[in-house]
């Protein structure tokens, strides 16, 4: 892997981690009769939608090689992660929900990492991950009262598992695949299994301009644009790195809290968003001098 394969790789993934950060004000601006579960839906039928459109006009041939039981297991996790993460934080808060989902993910990737792809994070990831994980929970105690729920907890942290593994699988069916026919077939699959929370439930306001604006947005820019990016990112960049540059993700929903939705932050709250970006750079820095190719052979 050629270093500028893997800063672009990096770039790559922390564009898709701005748009996921615009998923809390487009939700917040949505219709009141929408619900997490059904925009959570509906966000990987349209995503998916994108993305097949994209493949159908790139690569068709390419759906068919994406090997049926990964895709599978990636999306089971993608449709985890919509439940676990949207439940959490409906009975803990938003602000813990997503300091818990997304902050522990880079920690079980981390893990995961080591585990299953034999490759221990290096130095400067674990001082990256520790600052930005400092930073979010900086502005976490920001933002006023704080709502503890051991389930909503229990539910947060199984989303952050469940992103961590859905990131591991998707990397494995990356190899030698195009990104968009890999997102394809496992945001499809994902979309199937949520697809029961749309039986029955009101989906008149996404008819109206603001309900259908939001529904395009989390769709096609937060999800189909992100998630191709994010693979196009992830075919170049370490599981343990990924993850922990997604953290951009609170960064982004902070500025956008202040920008749009003119939320007030103190003192506390810049810090945290200074701690993030802090780490967030650290971790896009060189290593320094590489070694030599024979050096990097096992023995």
């Known amino acids: 892997m050629s270093p500028t394969s893997s800063v672009k790789g990096m770039v790559f993934i922390v564009l898709a981690a701005i748009l996921w950060g615009t998923t809390g004000t487009s939700q917040a601006l949505a219709p009141p009769e929408s619900t997490p579960p059904v925009i959570g839906a509906l966000r990987l039928w349209v995503g998916g939608s994108g993305l097949l459109l994209l493949s159908l006009l790139r690569q068709p041939a390419a759906l068919l090689q994406v090997p049926l039981r990964l895709a599978v297991a990636a999306g089971v996790f993608v449709a985890a992660y919509q439940l676990s993460f949207f439940w959490g934080v409906s009975l803990t808060g938003v602000a813990v929900g997503t300091m818990v989902g997304i902050g522990s993910a880079p920690v079980f990737a981390g893990v995961i990492d080591t585990l299953f792809m034999g490759r221990k994070p290096d130095r400067k990831w674990y001082y990256a991950t520790a600052l930005a994980l400092l930073g979010s929970a900086t502005l976490l105690g920001s933002s006023g009262k704080i709502e503890i729920n051991p389930l909503g907890i229990g539910l947060a942290a199984t989303a952050g598992l469940s992103y961590s593994l859905y990131t591991l699988l998707m990397k494995k069916l990356l190899v030698d695949r195009p990104a968009d026919a890999v997102a394809t077939v496992v945001f499809f699959i994902g979309a199937l299994l949520l697809a029961p929370f749309l039986i029955g439930s009101d989906l008149s306001w996404t008819l109206r301009p603001a309900g259908l604006a939001v529904v395009a947005h989390l769709g096609l820019l937060a999800t189909a644009l992100s998630y191709y990016l994010f693979c196009r990112g992830l075919e170049n960049v370490p599981v343990a790195t990924a993850v922990t540059l997604t953290l951009a ?13 003119g939320e007030r ?32 052979r096992p023995t």
Request: glycine residues 16%; hydrophobic residues 55%; charged residues 5%.
């Open 249 to 261: 993700e609170p960064f982004t929903a902070g500025v956008l809290g202040i920008l749009v939705l």
């Open 265 to 296: 932050i103190g003192p506390s709250g810049l810090l945290g968003l200074t701690l993030i970006l802090s780490g967030l750079v650290l971790l896009a820095l060189p290593m320094g001098r590489p070694l030599p190719l024979d050096a990097q």
